[in-house]
Each structure stands twice: as C-alpha cells, then as structure tokens.
C-alpha cells in the first residue's frame, strides 16, 4: 500500500514538475491589491509615504496589462497582504529557459516576497536554482538578457551584489557582464539600461561608473546604442517592456521616440505615476517567463 501511495505521489511531483509550454511571448504580472508605499528603501519611495492613489494605481495598472495583453500572454500571480511591492514582478527572479533563480532580497522589507516567487516557480515547473543566504540579488531587476547574442548583463552596486553574479554564469550556463551602477535614483539594472530586439540598447550611461560604460561600448557598436537624455532617464524610458518590434513604457520625449521608430520600433506610451511613486514602471511590473536558450544570427554584426 505504502508504495503505491509513494509512486502515486512520485507521478503526481512528476506532473507537477512538467515545464510548461508557452506561447513564445508570455508574462507575468500581479495585480496592484495590495501596492502602495509602505516604506522608503529607494529615493523615488521618499516623500511618498501612503501617497498613491487607489483608483488611479488600478486604472493604471489595467491599462498597462491590456497594452501587453494585446501582444502577449499574461500570467498573473495572486497578490500578498503586507507585500506592497509584489506588484513588482521583476524582481522575482531570473529567467532562462526552463531555469529560474529566485531573488535573495536585500532589504527586509521585501524578503518575505521570496516564498512565494518560488513556489510559483516550482509549481510551473522551472528548474529553481537559490543562493546563499546573505547574497542579494533581485532577478530581472539586475539581470537583463542581451537581444542580440548570449549573453546576459547584470547589475550591482545597489541592491544585487556582484558574488551572486558567479552563480548566474553557471547555473544560466551563459556568459555574464557585470555593470557597476553608481546613481541611487537607478538602483536596479532594469531602471537604466533595456536590451531591445535585434541587439540594440536604450540606456542612460550616467548611471554606470566608467568602466562599465567601456564594457558597454566594447559590447555593442555606436549604432546598435541609444544613450538616453537626463530628461527621459528621470521619467523612467529605459524601464520599458519590448516585445518583438513593441516597446511599451511609461513616458519618452518626442526625441527618442521617433529615434525609436526611425529604426523600426512602435512606442506605447502608458502612464504609470502612480509606481513611479515606488521607483518603477512598466518593466519592473512584469516578468517575461519565455526566456528561450536563444538561436542568434549574429543580427548586431549584420
Ligand atoms: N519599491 C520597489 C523597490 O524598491 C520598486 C522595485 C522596482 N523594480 C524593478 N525591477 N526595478 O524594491
């Protein structure tokens, strides 16, 4: 009898362990219940404290899920009381394949998001690699898959530290490139630097010390590279979801924009104030879970 119960619960872990198959462009997001500023461990939180706006934080938030929506697939991860910035799903982890890294959060206040990520990993079916204790690293937050070539780009400085780095090179399998951030107003990668289709890069160099600037142009020839103003670094351009030829984010000036479409993009604009209030906007709310171990053509040689 034991055994029979011991293989039935072996194929149900078998069934529940399947990766799932997924539409080539699938995200994931989590409705804002629960969102607002509950505490200050960034610049944009202060003078924020309990300030956003309940009807307007949903509004905003629909209006980015229908944006993606209409070009994705949206999975969507049941909010948490007392976790106000679960609503951020970037930073749930790292994404490749069917392998995730679940976040160590730096500061307490978000650790208690970390069970939750990786029971939804793990009920998905990836392959759900943690580090050490006392090795922060926030996921999508600091890790950024290159679109032109293998290569992932990650951020330290702030809230990631460089040691977790070794781990994602190994357990990704995939070349890293670590990027010293130095300004505190972009705290996580994904705040100033966005890989875009195609191997090109919308990014604010202000917010890398030196070196890491010379990595960057090492990296990505001048045409592939979009250095963004001062003006559109505050209003958050880099935070941007791309999609294929879409790039959805919360505010650009007419500038970069038509820098955008002039080599073949489509820019939604969708305001997301109320985040921002938080320190994030549109790609901080969402985690692409289609990661695939991608097939480049070398299209930034080309
Ligand atoms: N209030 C959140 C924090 O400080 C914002 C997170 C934004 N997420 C991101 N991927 N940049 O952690």
Aim: charged residues 20%; hydrophobic residues 40%.
């Amino acid at each position: 009898m034991t055994i029979i119960l011991k293989s039935l619960e072996l194929e149900t872990i078998a069934v529940d362990k399947h990766f799932q198959k997924r539409d080539a462009n699938c995200i994931l997001m989590c409705r804002p219940d629960y969102f607002d500023v509950d505490y200050i461990i960034n610049p944009w939180m202060e003078g924020n404290l309990h300030q956003t706006q309940r009807d307007r934080v949903f509004q905003q938030w629909q209006k980015l899920y229908h944006s993606i929506h209409s070009y994705a697939t949206v999975e969507l991860i049941p909010p948490q009381p007392g976790l106000p910035d679960f609503v951020f799903t970037a930073n749930a982890g790292v994404i490749r394949g069917d392998k995730a890294i679940v976040s160590r959060f730096r500061h307490p206040q978000r650790q208690g998001e970390e069970p939750f990520f990786k029971a939804y990993f793990q009920q998905q079916g990836f392959t759900v690699y943690e580090l050490p204790p006392n090795l922060p690293f926030e996921g999508a937050g600091d890790a950024l898959l290159d679109r032109g070539e293998a290569l992932l780009w990650a951020g330290y400085g702030f809230r990631s530290t460089l040691d977790s780095h070794g781990y994602l090179a190994s357990w990704l399998d995939i070349e890293v490139v670590s990027l010293r951030l130095i300004n505190p107003k972009f705290y996580h990668l994904d705040t100033c630097f966005c890989p875009l289709t195609g191997g090109y890069l919308l990014y604010n160099p202000r917010a890398f010390d030196n070196h890491s600037n010379r990595l960057i142009e090492q990296r990505i020839p001048k045409t592939r590279r979009i250095p963004i103003s001062a003006v559109d670094a505050e209003n958050f351009a880099c935070n941007a979801v791309n999609i294929d030829n879409l790039i959805i984010l919360h505010q650009a000036s007419n500038e970069l924009k038509h820098r955008l479409t002039t080599i073949g993009f489509q820019v939604i604009e969708t305001p997301l104030s109320e985040f921002l209030k938080s320190g994030g906007t549109a790609k901080c709310l969402t985690l692409r879970l289609t990661e695939p171990i991608a097939n480049f053509n070398g299209s930034r040689k080309v």
